[in-house]
């Protein structure tokens, strides 16, 4: 993700909100839901790629997997990585369907921590449970080798 994106992310929601109290948006307007669901969108962003990519097998964690972690991969760790896409499907189609209730159905501050950090803490969440599968379920096999 880029630096910018995070950037964005973190500022926008708490901005909206003094925005909002400073000038009294109306909680019915189409620019206050419409601002809202800002985060909502680009969450979607997110799931639409890693659906694009598992649907055209472009195996995209693979990827990058490979082009960060230098070493040689197992046949079963590549294997695994191919079928982490669909895991990432899952993750981000639940990302985007949190950031729509939270922008639908919570109050301002819940919304506001979820859209500025709450979505990186469950995507850092997401993350390890599937590094603690793979080392766990997956690749322990590297040890016996």
Known sequence: MRKTSIIFSLIF????LIYKSFYGLQTDSFVYLGSKLLPA???SIFFVV???SLLYKKHMILHFTQQFYKKELLDKEIEFLKKSDLYWVLVTFFNTALQVLFALFSNDIIWAF???IGWYLYFAVALLIQVIYGKIFILNERKSI
Do not use: G
């Not at 929601?13 to 909206?16: D, I, M």
């Open 13 to 16: 929601a708490p901005l909206f």
């Open 50 to 52: 890693f659906l694009l």
């Open 41 to 43: 969108f680009l969450a």
């Open 114 to 116: 979820y859209a500025s």
